[in-house]
């Protein structure tokens, strides 16, 4: 297979800023955490209309992982939690280190968007920003084995 | 902002294959067409448990797409809705066309993945594979404009 594609190199958008600097092995709690994603200037009237949407997706590039990890792994650094398949988990060491979150939009201003949930730590690049459209990005009727949501 | 940061390229992990080679402007209906994700087989492994999960998101490469799309634009090419910013759409022409879709795993088998509604066209380089975590990845009180859903 074609591994290494001409032209599939990612240009940053913008940045994440907030009060999370470093993240230890098995994770933080997020869910209240307020960012602020700052979007590089010339873009700015791309932005219009996105605080229609109470949700937003952030595409962000985890800079600050491995991206040759093992194959497979325990969720979380956690062993008494089932040995998987990376690709089953959302561990940012990934072959690709790409990050996708669904989060609250609290306000545009400008070319900065306050957002409520977000889990990359301050300096993250960001990618993309898509409106979250339930019923397409949402599924009502999916399943997901216990292990990968035990806290 | 520093555009450029070094390293952010992106290596293809797989492809995929369905019989759609092209989609005319304004859509295509994808609900039920099934594709094979093909992944590289040395990555084979890392797909273990991932059939745990009755949904999966892959994020893919758009690769047919123009990277400096105009900051304004109607919605699928449809002069009747609201010109609006482009981060508020879902059109592919994006300064990094990195797609993002939830689809339903029907089959793994060895380094290759059945999906159902993946909205990508034969051919298309696929970047990751993520499990699709119900109340992580979905919302329950997300708003939306109309016009983004609009046929």
Redesign the interface.
Known sequence: ?????P?????????VRNEVNQVTTGGYDWQDVVSEV?I??S?T??????D????I?V?Y?M?RTSRQPP??MHPKCRHEL?L???????SPN???P?G?A?V?LLQRQGNVLKVQGLDAIDGT?V?????????????T?????KW??KR
């Open positions: 297979m074609a591994n290494e594609l032209g599939m190199n990612l240009k940053a958008i913008g940045i700052v590089d200037r873009l009237e791309a932005l219009d209309n996105l229609e949407f109470s949700h997706i595409l590039w800079h194959h497979k089932p998987v398949g990376l690709f089953a988990t959302r990934r072959p690709n790409v996708k669904t609250r690049p990618i993309d920003i898509k409106p979250y459209i339930p019923g397409y990005d949402s599924v009727d999916a399943r997901a084995p990968i949501t």
